[in-house]
T-cell receptor
Framework: AQSVSQHNHHVILSEAASLELGCNYS??????LFWYVQYPGQHLQLLLK??????LVKGIKGFEAEFIKSKFSFNLRKPSVQWSDTAEYFC?????????????FGTGTRLTVIP | NAGVTQTPKFRILKIGQSMTLQCTQD?????MYWYRQDPGMGLKLIYY???????DKGEVPNGYNVSRSTTEDFPLRLELAAPSQTSVYFC?????????????FGPGTRLTVL
């Protein structure tokens, strides 16, 4: 089965600092990649996704991610974080080998932004 | 559209009790999923469905059952609740066309088994 690793468990940043959250996956074949965000007390929302084309994808709220196939990575970045970015961030990989293209999630990274 | 709705929001069960977590989507999506989210862990897939009448096991199906009699509804059944089933449960749905399509998530049900 697919496995997804998020190496940063909890990241604490001051406002305006730059952010990079790591994500690596195990399956080397064709995959679709996603970053979801979960704000406190809310459900998961899609930040951005990659399925083909330009490996640098831009999402909502100034987030972007780069797909590097040779490194099996899909790191999330934001040049300048805001207090409102405090949330949990999940990387997910859509394994196209499964019957329903199931999503496999990483363990999540909690981001705390200090005003 | 309401999207994906789940009821109840919270529930406390005693060991051995049973309950059904409800999930409904109004987007006419074929694919529906049940996940559980344990503290400090990612979401784990319990069961999924590719359409009415078709369900299949995910990574962690033991202790759960599902049914899919309509496109809109995908209830999750716990028959004999155990403390290990204390978790937050999320239902999700996805449209048919394109594996790149995102899954839309419901607000979750927080279940505690004592």
């Amino acid at each position: 089965a697919q496995s997804v690793s998020q190496h940063n468990h909890h990241v604490i940043l001051s406002e305006a600092a730059s952010l990079e959250l790591g994500c690596n996956y195990s399956y080397g074949g064709t995959v679709n990649l996603f970053w979801y965000v979960q704000y406190p007390g809310q459900h998961l929302q899609l930040l951005l996704k990659y399925f083909s084309g330009d490996p640098l994808v831009k999402g909502i709220k100034g987030f972007e991610a780069e797909f590097i196939k040779s490194k099996f990575s899909f790191n999330l970045r934001k040049p300048s974080v805001q207090w409102s970015d405090t949330a949990e961030y999940f990387c997910a990989v859509n394994d196209l080998r499964t019957g329903a293209n199931n999503l496999f999630f990483g363990t999540g990274t909690r981001l705390t932004v200090i005003p | 559209n309401a999207g994906v709705t789940q009821t109840p929001k919270f529930r406390i069960l005693k060991i051995g009790q049973s309950m059904t977590l409800q999930c409904t989507q109004d987007m006419n999506h074929n694919y529906m999923y049940w996940y559980r989210q344990d503290p400090g862990m990612g979401l784990k897939l319990i069961y999924y469905s590719v359409g009415a009448g078709i369900t299949d096991k995910g990574e962690v199906p033991n202790g759960y059952n599902v049914s899919r009699s309509t496109t809109e509804d995908f209830p999750l059944r716990l028959e004999l609740a155990a403390p290990s089933q204390t978790s937050v449960y999320f239902c999700a749905s996805r449209g048919l066309a394109g594996a790149e399509n995102e899954q839309f998530f419901g607000p979750g049900t927080r279940l505690t088994v004592l």
